[in-house]
């Protein structure tokens, strides 16, 4: 019993970190007033580079040292595809919502040719054998019975998203600058005429959360597949906006909803293991997240309430 | 006019972008691109294909703009269009009926499935607040699941386990005269609703009151409410139409195409290839019938791309991407078009 309970929780956060990065990442932009549609487009970047570079670094001797520079590059490569969307939308003042869809779909096919293009024609990059993440375990708390084992002994990237959400609250709420971008979400031309540079801010808003979302494919494939192909990101960031939506677009709520829907991947596995479980339909698991996000928008559970100026282009010009 | 020309100014420009990745990646662009449109246009069978190709993205096509001349953004036209592949195949199966009723019957479950999910995402918007971008993608995903688990409850075929069962032979849209004029190609009636549907699309947004209803509410809800059109009720019924040209792509596939449906692990690219279909179309029903059949070409053509030059498929994908880049940010070539037409 308890061993699977302990195996549940260490597959709900392995499965929620990704989750965390890209809807942090979300709080980012939709803060700043531009719709995270995008996120998907991000984390499919970041994965496709992080697994190419990981390979490469890989056959250069980094050994598992390669698992880190790969993660970075994977938060660099989904921050340059969020550089695109943010000159469309901020800078050029396209329809956000269909930038950010344009930005998903250039995601995906660039990625898988770049891919073909990298590794002779095969449509997904070598396996990593090294350089990906190993657990590491706390110090005293991995003696805690259950928790230790499966939540204090875990993947690097697991606690640095852990602490990304601290680092991201304090920002946000506790700074001028975490001020500044949330009144260019809230009101840009208010804003404006306060002095703050609008857009500047929300190529910054845009930016981050292009990194961070990077970041969490790159957690992907250095944790869970080991490899890209077009099936390693599918659908992890429309969850992640759903996470932010369900988290009332604050870090800290981002990150608990990101739990919750990890627990949805948990439980999934959970099924499969467990042999007197093996009766819930699968599919009604898989879309109870969506239903949630779903009953919470409509205000069925408690009123969320988006940043006011979210989706709106500010043109300095119209007033 | 000048929105054509827009729309090819846009398309040559994606074509462009298209030809630069491929040239990055070693291939040759001129050959890629001699292969992908020159052997479709050349073959019957290969233009019959590509017509079928397209079938789906007219009527998703159709979908997205209608919702978007109510003000509306469908990005759900793919779970719709799931959902009314689902019912399709449930009444194609599990129903008898004499051949034309039986198919018709089927394409109205279809109709009505999208027109539902659509009419949802419609509710929870006017009613309840929720913009409708964030709820059609959470309904797309609830879509997917709930189809693949009514197919895995009541439809599975049980030596395949992946699919449903074949839809009754009175239940098909295929059309042996359409098939033979195309040496064989897989296409059938279901070609010939997409059509009916951008005509019956032009008639109920030009020449109906309802359209002008719709169309008023999306320029101007304010004004809309002024003139006694209801806001709330428009935006249901812009989404419940939007749903049911969506759902009626389902059945063209699963009734004209595949005549079964298959648990997917992801929900059908039609879908969302008809937000571009939409885009560069710029919603009229022309521009919709020609964008959805150069997306037609492109997705059908990406294969003798492949194997004639060597370039992945996926530089088609690219190219789309750029085509509707491009599209985004039209009115920065816009202006462009506009001053050089004030010169000349």
């Given at each position: 019993m308890f061993e699977a309970l302990g195996q549940f929780l260490a597959i709900t956060t392995v499965y929620a970190t990704p989750l965390i990065w890209a809807s942090l990442g979300g709080v980012f932009s939709e803060r700043s007033g531009v719709v995270g549609l995008a996120l998907e487009g991000y984390m499919i970047f970041g994965a496709f580079a992080a697994a190419s570079s990981a390979v490469v670094l890989e056959a250069s001797g980094w050994g598992a040292w390669g698992a880190w520079p790969a993660f970075f590059l994977g938060g660099v490569a989904g921050m340059l595809l969020a550089l695109l969307h943010a000159y469309a939308s901020v800078s050029l003042r396209a329809d956000q919502v269909v930038s950010g869809f344009v930005v998903n779909f250039l995601a995906f096919g660039l990625s898988v040719y770049l891919v073909k293009v990298f590794f002779h024609g095969a449509g997904q990059t070598d396996t990593l054998r090294q350089a990906v993440f190993g657990r590491w375990g706390i110090p005293l708390l991995e003696r805690i019975p259950v928790l230790g084992p499966s939540v204090f002994t875990t993947y690097p990237s697991t606690y640095l998203a852990f602490l990304a959400v601290l680092v991201a609250y304090l920002l946000l709420w506790h700074t001028p600058f975490g001020l500044h971008l949330r009144a260019a979400g809230e009101n840009a031309g208010a804003a404006a005429t306060a002095g703050l540079p609008v857009r500047r801010?929300?190529?910054?808003?845009?930016?981050?959360?292009?990194?961070?979302?990077?970041?969490?494919?790159?957690?992907?494939?250095?944790?869970?597949?080991?490899?890209?192909?077009?099936?390693?990101?599918?659908?992890?960031?429309?969850?992640?906006?759903?996470?932010?939506?369900?988290?009332?677009?604050?870090?800290?709520?981002?990150?608990?909803?990101?739990?919750?829907?990890?627990?949805?991947?948990?439980?999934?596995?959970?099924?499969?293991?467990?042999?007197?479980?093996?009766?819930?339909?699968?599919?009604?698991?898989?879309?109870?997240?969506?239903?949630?996000?779903?009953?919470?928008?409509?205000?069925?559970?408690?009123?969320?309430?988006?940043?006011?100026?979210?989706?709106?282009?500010?043109?300095?010009?119209?007033? | 006019m000048r929105e054509f020309l827009v729309s090819l100014i846009a398309l040559f420009l994606g074509l462009l972008v298209g030809a630069a990745v491929m040239l990055f990646g070693g291939y040759n662009p001129l050959e890629a691109y001699r292969a992908l449109f020159w052997s479709v246009l050349t073959s019957p069978y290969q233009l019959g294909e590509m017509l079928r190709e397209s079938t789906p993205l007219l009527l998703t096509g159709t979908s997205v703009a209608l919702a978007y001349r109510a003000g509306l953004f469908n990005i759900g036209a793919a779970g719709q269009m799931y959902l009314g592949g689902v019912a399709a195949a449930w009444v194609g199966i599990a129903w008898e009926l004499p051949p034309v009723l039986h198919a018709g019957l089927a394409v109205t479950a279809a109709a009505l499935a999208g027109a539902l999910w659509g009419a949802l995402a419609g509710y929870l918007k006017a009613w309840r607040g929720v913009h409708e971008v964030i709820s059609t993608i959470m309904l797309n995903w609830t879509a997917l699941y709930l189809g693949n688990g009514i197919i895995r409850a009541y439809?599975?075929?049980?030596?395949?386990?992946?699919?449903?069962?074949?839809?009754?032979?009175?239940?098909?849209?295929?059309?042996?005269?359409?098939?033979?004029?195309?040496?064989?190609?897989?296409?059938?009636?279901?070609?010939?609703?997409?059509?009916?549907?951008?005509?019956?699309?032009?008639?109920?947004?030009?020449?109906?009151?309802?359209?002008?209803?719709?169309?008023?509410?999306?320029?101007?809800?304010?004004?809309?409410?002024?003139?006694?059109?209801?806001?709330?009720?428009?935006?249901?019924?812009?989404?419940?139409?939007?749903?049911?040209?969506?759902?009626?792509?389902?059945?063209?596939?699963?009734?004209?195409?595949?005549?079964?449906?298959?648990?997917?692990?992801?929900?059908?690219?039609?879908g969302f290839d008809g937000i571009a279909v939409a885009l560069l179309g710029g919603n009229t029903a022309p521009g919709i019938f020609l964008a959805g059949l150069f997306f037609g070409l492109l997705n059908y053509g990406a294969g003798s791309m492949q194997f004639v030059a060597g370039v992945p498929l996926e530089a088609v994908r690219i190219v789309v991407a750029a085509v509707l880049f491009f599209v985004a940010v039209r009115h920065v070539f816009e202006r462009w078009v506009g001053v050089r037409r004030v010169a000349g």
């Open positions: 801010i929300r190529y910054v808003g845009v930016l981050v959360s292009g990194f961070l979302a990077g970041l969490g494919g790159a957690t992907v494939v250095l944790t869970t597949t080991g490899n890209f192909s077009h099936a390693t990101i599918s659908g992890q960031g429309f969850i992640a906006l759903a996470a932010m939506i369900f988290g009332k677009w604050h870090p800290v709520g981002a990150f608990l909803a990101s739990l919750f829907f990890g627990i949805g991947t948990g439980l999934k596995n959970l099924i499969q293991l467990t042999p007197w479980a093996r009766d819930i339909p699968l599919d009604a698991i898989l879309f109870f997240p969506y239903v949630l996000t779903l009953l919470v928008l409509a205000g069925f559970v408690g009123r969320a309430e988006a940043p006011r100026a979210l989706g709106q282009a500010y043109d300095p010009e119209v007033r | 439809l599975l075929d049980p030596s395949q386990r992946q699919r449903s069962q074949i839809v009754a032979a009175s239940a098909t849209l295929d059309s042996p005269t359409l098939a033979s004029l195309f040496g064989q190609a897989r296409l059938g009636y279901g070609f010939v609703l997409a059509l009916l549907a951008l005509v019956v699309y032009a008639v109920l947004l030009e020449r109906h009151t309802l359209g002008f209803a719709l169309r008023a509410s999306g320029l101007s809800p304010g004004a809309a409410r002024y003139a006694g059109i209801p806001p709330g009720r428009s935006v249901v019924l812009a989404m419940g139409l939007a749903g049911a040209f969506a759902g009626v792509a389902g059945a063209t596939e699963v009734l004209g195409v595949f005549h079964y449906m298959g648990i997917a692990a992801a929900l059908p690219n039609a």
